[in-house]
């Protein structure tokens, strides 16, 4: 899932991750079932992070995670990528 990376990287991409499921729970938002769900609310999940002042780089390394744990998500959402 992450070949290739050192473990303060892995770290980081896990957290980034768990922080998803944490902002679904704390919204009680139900887990997307479609994609167009799923890209609605990653958009808000984005929107959510800077309303709150995160750092520019968070939902860089929030969607750089993401890619790395679920590349078919980047695939259907770019079919044109090479999905590695």
Sequence with gaps: M?????GKSIS???ARIADIFLY???Y???????FTQLE??????????????AP?????RFL???RRFA???CCYANPVSSCS
């Design 56 to 60: 520019h780089g968070y939902a860089a």
């Design 71 to 73: 590349p078919a998500l």
């Design 24 to 26: 679904l729970e704390g």
């Design 12 to 14: 980081d991409c896990t």
């Design 2 to 6: 992450f070949a290739g990376m050192a």
């Design 28 to 34: 009680r938002i139900r887990w997307p079932t479609s």
């Design 40 to 53: 609605i609310i990653l958009g808000d999940y984005s929107n959510a992070l800077f309303q709150e002042g």
């Design 64 to 66: 750089s995670a993401l």
